[in-house]
């Protein structure tokens, strides 16, 4: 398989206005994706659904990829500010060919990304991306004239059936008295979250970063900063805290103890649950690579089995088709549940850990310590070029000779999908034995001279 060029381990993400996320190379990619979608179905004329994030540059870039869109004779409902997974959720259930959503997630405001989901709601996979990029490079679009020029029709009210159903499937939560901090990054979720928070009115809800200018999404909040509302939930003597990302497709939880639960915590609780009440296809859960040791000798404690992917929600969907499971997720925040929409959607991830403290009467912090985790540390070093880690002479030989010394745990060394950097990990069960391994591989990386800094 060719390697890609563009895309990324979560669509095309960069600095914004700044190539490939100019207004020009925007419309020159809207056109290839819709070429893509069209060539699966020539016989019709193709819809897609757009949404964006709260940053500075959605719009422009929002108007760009959509004049692409046009321009390749495919029609565009634009959804305006939505969460990733709303967007995922509205081209299912409105049978839209394809879904794009206008984002960075996680990153600063000055960053921005295009997203693809497919009719099924599903991202692309890296085959279906290089395609894509194939059609783009070679300038195969074809623009439309007269009447097979695509339309543009914005949504009157996009949120409308995605709040009724995520309300519904968790109507057992109106009985529930839970005092609840909901930190929104100021991002996409705002809205959604207190309309669908609502709809419980005997829980007592409090927002904060739910108004954004432009440039403060994720800023000191949300995801990214957990530790800004644990003393809001010890102020408010709240029974759990939920931090969203910028798109809503990551969850961190806090407990009533104001501590930040490790996502692996709250994957092992879900499953659990779900494995219970017979929800858990095949007693497996899918994660990544990055998932811990100790939560995958946990589990299989409780007779549930994990499948390991590569890092990025993408790739656990694919394991989820593959082997018809139900639930995946990354410890860094997205958990997929597979039947109420099939991306991570931080929204549904938090109401879920609700009906589980809600059923089961016990607190969210017995819940995760039942949970021992290996100490697992982690160090990102700044790359010039990502050089193979086959070809860094010596690197292989010193992580396996590390990892011989961790008694049971592991390394994983690995480049950022989205990143100039090498990302370094390793855990077990001695502390201080895993920073050691971590230090020396990182020191070896940051002295290497064969262009990496």
Request: neutral net charge; charged residues 25%.
């Amino acid at each position: 398989m060719a390697e890609k060029k563009i895309f990324g381990t979560d669509g095309i993400r960069t600095k914004a206005n700044v190539y490939p996320l100019t207004p020009e190379s925007a419309v020159s990619i809207g056109k290839a994706i819709t070429t893509w979608f069209q060539r699966k179905n020539p016989a019709k004329k193709i819809t897609a659904a757009i949404g964006t994030d709260t940053r500075i540059s959605s719009d422009m870039l929002n108007s760009a990829v959509s004049a692409g869109i046009m321009a390749a004779g495919g029609n565009v409902i634009n959804l305006g500010i939505v969460s990733t997974p709303l967007v995922s959720d509205f081209v299912r259930t409105n049978r839209c060919d394809f879904g794009i959503v206008i984002s960075a997630s996680h990153n600063p405001f000055d960053n921005n990304g295009i997203k693809i989901f497919n009719e099924k709601g599903e991202k692309l996979n890296d085959g279906e991306e290089i395609e894509i990029e194939e059609i783009l490079f070679t300038n195969s679009s074809e623009n439309k004239t007269g009447k097979t020029i695509g339309t543009l029709e914005n949504a009157e009210n996009p949120t409308y059936e995605y709040v009724a159903r995520i309300a519904k499937r968790f109507e057992t939560l109106k009985d529930s008295s839970f005092k609840v901090c909901i930190d929104c990054a100021n991002g996409a979720t705002a809205k959604i979250a207190e309309k669908i928070f609502s709809s419980f009115e005997k829980m007592e809800k409090f927002f904060f970063s739910t108004t954004s200018n432009g440039i403060n999404i994720n800023e000191n909040c949300g995801a990214l900063h957990p530790e800004n509302l644990a003393p809001k939930i010890l102020e408010n003597k709240c029974d759990i805290g939920f931090a969203f990302d910028g798109d809503g497709d990551r969850l961190i939880t806090v407990d009533e103890l104001g501590r930040v639960i490790d996502g692996d915590k709250i994957i092992g609780i879900i499953a659990k649950y779900l494995n219970k009440n017979g929800k858990l296809a095949h007693s497996t859960a899918a994660v990544t690579v990055m998932s811990n040791a100790g939560l995958e000798k946990h589990l299989k404690n409780k007779g549930i089995a994990l499948e390991r992917t590569n890092v990025g929600d993408r790739y656990l969907v694919e394991r989820i088709n593959e082997k018809g499971l139900s639930f995946a997720g990354e410890n860094s925040g997205h958990l997929i549940i597979t039947e109420i929409n099939p991306t991570g959607d931080g929204i549904v991830a938090s109401l879920m850990l609700l009906e589980i403290l809600h059923e089961s009467g016990i607190k969210l912090s017995v819940l995760a310590d039942e949970i021992e985790l290996f100490p697992q540390i982690q160090a990102k070093v700044k790359v010039k070029e990502k050089t193979p880690i086959d070809r860094i002479p010596g690197l292989i030989e010193l992580i396996k000779s590390q990892e011989a010394q961790l008694g049971g745990g592991r390394m994983l060394v690995r480049y950022s999908g989205t990143e100039p950097v090498m990302r370094v990990m390793a855990e077990g069960p001695e502390e201080g034995k895993v920073r050691n391994a971590v230090d020396k591989v990182a020191e070896f990386v940051k002295t290497f001279n064969g262009g990496i800094k």
